[in-house]
C-alpha cells in the first residue's frame, strides 16, 4: 500500500525558508486522481491545511499561508516538496504530508529558533 | 474558510459503552459531483492522524465495524458502538468539499 514519509532539517532560524521533502512508495505519485498536500499541527493544537499539488504540478495554497508558500512535485523521484520562507516561531509544528486525506506520513517536527 | 465545530471537545466514556461525536460546518458540504466530502480522523497518543470514515459514512480498510458515520449537508455524526481501551485519542472532522481544506477543533476520548 501507499506509504509516505516525511524528511527535512528539525531546526529552522527565524527569518529563513523551512524545505521539507514527502517521499511516496508503493504508488506511483502519478497515478489516480489524486492530490498530495501537507498539513501542521503545533503542539497541543489543531490540525491545518497548508497546501496541495496535483501530479500535473498545479497548486493550491491555504490563503493564510500563501504568501510564504511553494510547492513542487518531481514525478521521476517519486517525491513532493514544501517550502515555507520567512518563519517564525509560530511555525513550530509537526509537519505532515499525505496523499488527500489519506494515507499520512508519520510526521516530522520542525522547530522555529535561533 | 469553512468552519468545522465539534461537540463534545471531551468525552469521557466506560469501556463497553457507546460514544457519539458531533460535526457541524459553517456551509454545506455537498460537492458538485453530487458527493458529500466529510471525513473522520483519530489520532492517537503520539501517532499521525488515520482516517476512520470517508465521505461520510464510508469506512476505510481495516477500520472496526463498531465506528459508524452518519449526517448530511452541515450536520454530521462519528459513533462508536461499545468503546474499546484502543479507541483513546483525539477524534477530528475534516471538510474535502471546499478550498482551503479544514479541520473541527478535535474530541478527546478518554476511559473514565
Not at chain 2, 457519539?20 to 492522524?49: A, E
Request: aromatic share 10%; proline share 5%; hydrophobic share 30%.
Amino acid at each position: 500500500q501507499v506509504q509516505l514519509q516525511e524528511s527535512g532539517p528539525g531546526l529552522v532560524t527565524p527569518s529563513q525558508t523551512l524545505s521539507l521533502t514527502c517521499t511516496v512508495s508503493g504508488g506511483s505519485i502519478s497515478s489516480g486522481n489524486y492530490y498530495w498536500g501537507w498539513i501542521r499541527q503545533p503542539a497541543g493544537k489543531g490540525l491545518e491545511w497548508i497546501g496541495r499539488i496535483y501530479a500535473s504540478g498545479s497548486t493550491d495554497y491555504n490563503p493564510s499561508l500563501k504568501s510564504r508558500v511553494t510547492m513542487s512535485i518531481d514525478t521521476s523521484k517519486n517525491q513532493f516538496s514544501l517550502n515555507l520562507s520567512s518563519v517564525t516561531a509560530a511555525d513550530t509544528a509537526v509537519y505532515y504530508c499525505a496523499r488527500y486525506s489519506n494515507p499520512w506520513g508519520q510526521g516530522t517536527t520542525v522547530t522555529v529558533s535561533s | 474558510d469553512v468552519v468545522m465545530t465539534q461537540s463534545p471537545l471531551s468525552l469521557p466514556v466506560t469501556l463497553g459503552q457507546p460514544a457519539s461525536i458531533s460535526c457541524n460546518s459553517s456551509q454545506s458540504l455537498l460537492y458538485y459531483d453530487g458527493n458529500t466530502y466529510l471525513h473522520w480522523f483519530q489520532q492517537r497518543p503520539g501517532q499521525s492522524p488515520r482516517r476512520l470514515i470517508y465521505s461520510v459514512s464510508n469506512r476505510d480498510s481495516g477500520v472496526p465495524d463498531r465506528f459508524s458515520g452518519s449526517g448530511s449537508g452541515t450536520d454530521f455524526t462519528l459513533k462508536i458502538n461499545r468503546v474499546e481501551a484502543e479507541d483513546v485519542g483525539v477524534y477530528y472532522c475534516m471538510q474535502g468539499s471546499h478550498w482551503p481544506h479544514t479541520f473541527g477543533q478535535g474530541t478527546k476520548l478518554q476511559i473514565k
